[in-house]
Structure formats: C-alpha cells, structure tokens
Nanobody
Framework: QVQLVESGGGLVQAGGSLRLSCAAS????????MGWFRQAPGNEREFVAA????????YYADSVKGRFTISRDNAKKLMYLQMKNLKPEDTAVYYC?????????????????WGQGTQVTVSS
C-alpha cells in the first residue's frame, strides 16, 4: 500500500515563502511522475506542478509559474514544492500524488490514495 504524507504548510503573509514536502512509501517512487495539487474551500482540486521520474522535466500551472519550484530526491523518496511570493489566492490544502502529464497538465493516477494534505494559508 503506497502512502503519501505531505508537510510544511502553515500561515504566511503575502509575499512570503514556504517549502512543502511529500514523503512516499513504496519501492516504485523513483519511477513515478509526481505532482502537487491543491484544493481551496468550495473549489475543485486543481493541478499545481508535476515532475518526471528523473526530475528532468517539470510542469507548472500558469498561476504559479515563476513563483513555485518542484523538485524531488528519489534516494529519500521525497518531493518538494518551494513556494515564493505567495498570494492570498494560493491558500488551499496541498496534496501530492503520482500523476500523468497530458498537454502539460498533471492528472492524478490511482497509484495511491490521497493523503491528508497540508494547509497553506496566505494572509493579505
């Protein structure tokens, strides 16, 4: 059973930074394309960023390009999301999940269940 645990969220002022982490169990982590997704209250869960298994290719939603950076450490089975210049509209629960990329958009797969997520709150 693959498990995903997100951490690193918190309360930050607009313009601030946070670094999210995703810890994964399972021997196949290094072969998965991984993604970050987020869900704000009353909204659908949306794609944020994705990274190929090797880390060579990265993909971002237009709303976060230039502000967020996705990375991974396959040896440690960890994935990260460095978030800078945060805006109130970035407020959401952030989740990580294996995904596939279609037309530069990450689509979550059924490889693992959703984790608990980590709350990011950006105050204005």
């Amino acid at each position: 059973q693959v498990q995903l645990v997100e951490s690193g969220g918190g309360l930050v002022q607009a313009g601030g930074s946070l670094r999210l982490s995703c810890a994964a169990s399972g021997r196949s982590f290094s072969s998965w394309t991984m993604g970050w997704f987020r869900q704000a209250p009353g909204n659908e869960r949306e794609f944020v960023a994705a990274i190929s298994w090797s880390g060579e290719n990265t993909y971002y939603a237009d709303s976060v390009k230039g502000r967020f950076t996705i990375s991974r450490d396959n040896a440690k089975k960890l994935m990260y999301l460095q978030m800078k210049n945060l805006k109130p509209e970035d407020t959401a629960v952030y989740y990580c999940k294996p995904c596939s990329v279609v037309a530069n958009i990450g689509l979550p797969t059924r490889t693992a269940d959703w984790g608990q997520g980590t709350q990011v709150t950006v105050s204005s």
